[in-house]
């Protein structure tokens, strides 16, 4: 783990639960900066969980989640939104809201960070719906809408849980770009992911949950492998070819 | 024509009682309604109700000290409302109820210790200012207090509202942007209790609730930007506040339920010919969808 000491998030035998159920044990690793980390296994493996426990929304039972990345820097997509889709609120204005980290509760927002929102937009290809209500977006627009608040808040550690599904294929295209791009500009990024292809393409480090245990294992031993989505997790060995 | 005119719109306030009156109630039609809006917008519309009882015990405990005293009945009604507040939010989060349930329970447990304090010190006409109030009644020092605790609720609105509006957008995203995120919440409850003391003495604890809550939820069908609703909103609540007010002066009929029938109308009103959502939106979406998909 020496050449990770740089890493701005690691996980330390972590022992996590859901009310009484123990969900997962044992969990170890360094999140590699500027990489983009894979969280896969079947439903219940408990994805989400370990992703609330890193954002401290889940207090674990045992061991440590130790993030240096400031509060305001780290940016979660929930698979459940708690985003209320009847707020009257336009896409720009979203996609505004992530200045908090520079702009706070207070200080008004000047031109040069209209323009920096407006550039987000044209980024992510949805200028022309910064003034459309939330509620009338779809699911792919929303999800790049989301994605330009992040960006806003210029982000250091972001977490996705599942941010493919119900989505169009253009949207993939454009986020799986802007992901990247994220990365390579040093931002830590951990998502969920259920789907090969997208596996593929996306990830560079991969943390396979499965048994309540966590298992580091190479993006390329993923290749190969040609089995449908939902089993992939399964039909992988134990192999330790990650972090440790 | 002028003449009339003078007769039913200037000529009332040649009177004390319905100057101090009218600008009682546009203090509280600026103050109210955008409360109302971010609890219509929280999902929270029968919050403002439940908190216009919890006020109740506090106001009749200053009633039986101090008798028909404002200061005092508005002190305890705070109190007390903080307090049901708290103890609400302590028993959700203590049994996993949700706050709305709790505050269900405690809002009918305060109305019926209000009314029982208020009967056991006062007449049932003490009971009955205190339910439904008397605008016309207001002294100097109690429009004083109402114009106080209005500015200060626009005041302190304005700077919690990005706070405010996060929060009721997306939660999680202001959770994690500061750890300090619930002082949200919990002052603008605070607000809510404020404005409902500021409105028991014109309109009477169950009355006030009906100025924060009708304008804004007429708004809805007005507007579809949170600026839109706020405005709208003061602006109906000010027209109803002053017409219930000129009603009341020229029917004879009760200041208070006058407003807030009026307000009614309004809502209803909105209900059926509004910009959006309304019936008459709903008809005319039928015959012009693309026009009017296109229109947004």
């Not at chain 1, 894979?38 to 045992?62: C, D, F, H, V, Y």
């Not at chain 2, 305890?76 to 609400?88: I, K, M, Q, S, Y």
């Not at chain 2, 014109?202 to 809550?213: D, E, R, S």
Request: aromatic share 6%.
């Amino acid at each position: 783990m020496s050449e990770r000491s740089s890493s701005r998030l690691q996980l330390h035998d972590l022992h996590l639960a859901q009310g009484r159920r123990t969900v997962l044990e044992h969990v170890d690793g360094d999140i590699k900066p500027g990489a983009i980390t894979a969280l896969i296994g079947a439903n219940g493996a408990g994805k989400s969980t370990l992703i609330q426990a890193i954002m401290g929304e889940l207090r674990p039972i045992s061991g440590k989640v130790v993030c240096t990345v400031d509060k305001a820097r780290r940016a979660w997509l929930p698979q459940q939104l708690a985003l209320d889709l009847t707020f009257p609120m336009s896409v720009e204005e979203l996609v505004m809201t992530g200045s908090w980290p520079s702009h706070g509760a207070m200080k008004g927002y000047c031109a040069a960070h209209y323009r920096k929102g407006r550039e987000i937009m044209a980024r992510l290809g949805i200028s022309h719906l910064a003034h459309r209500p939330l509620g009338e977006l779809s699911g792919g627009q929303r999800q790049r809408a989301l994605i330009g608040r992040t960006l806003m808040q210029e982000a250091e550690l972001l977490l996705l849980d599942e941010p493919f599904a119900n989505v169009d294929s253009d949207t993939v295209d454009i986020l799986i770009r802007i992901l990247r791009q994220m990365a390579d500009e040093g931002v830590t990024i951990i998502i969920v992911l259920h789907d090969m292809d997208h596996l593929r393409r996306l990830a560079d480090e991969v943390l396979m949950l499965n048994g309540g245990h966590g298992r580091w294992v190479a993006p390329s031993a993923l290749n190969h492998q040609h089995a449908p989505a939902q089993v992939v997790p399964f039909t992988l060995g134990g192999r330790h070819a990650g972090t440790a | 024509m002028l003449a009339l005119l003078d007769a039913w719109f200037i000529a009332p306030f040649d009177y004390g009682f319905m100057r101090r009156a009218v600008v009682g109630g546009l203090a509280l039609s600026l103050a109210a309604p955008p409360l109302g809006v971010f609890l219509v917008l929280r999902g929270m519309s029968l919050i403002g109700d439940a908190m216009a009882h919890a006020i109740l015990p506090g106001v009749a405990l200053g009633f039986l000290l101090a008798g028909f005293s404002l200061p005092v009945m508005s002190v305890g009604g705070v109190l007390f409302g903080v307090l049901v507040a708290l103890l609400a939010g302590a028993v959700s989060k203590m049994g996993g109820q949700r706050e709305d349930a709790a505050m269900a329970s405690f809002f009918i447990i305060s109305l019926a210790a209000g009314v029982m304090l208020i009967s056991m010190g006062g007449s049932s006409v003490d009971l009955t200012h205190v339910l439904f109030g008397s605008i016309l009644a207001i002294n100097s020092t109690a429009l004083l207090l109402i114009a106080s605790i209005s500015t200060l609720i626009v005041i302190t609105l304005a700077i919690i509202f990005r706070a405010l509006v996060v929060e009721c957008l997306d939660p999680l995203f202001l959770r994690g942007q500061s750890s300090r995120s619930g002082w949200v919440h919990s002052v603008f409850l605070g607000l809510l209790v404020l404005n409902l003391t500021a409105g028991f003495q014109t309109l009477g604890t169950l009355m006030a609730v009906g100025l924060m809550m009708l304008p804004a939820t007429a708004a809805r069908f007005w507007s579809k930007r949170l600026e839109g609703l706020i405005g709208i909103a003061v602006v109906l609540a000010m027209l109803a506040s002053t017409g219930g007010l000129l009603l009341s002066f020229h029917l004879d009929t009760p200041s208070g339920p006058s407003i807030i029938l009026l307000a009614g109308v309004a809502y209803l009103l909105s209900a059926l010919f509004g910009r959006y959502h309304s019936l008459a939106a709903k008809l005319r979406r039928k015959t012009t969808p693309l026009a009017l998909e296109q229109s947004h």
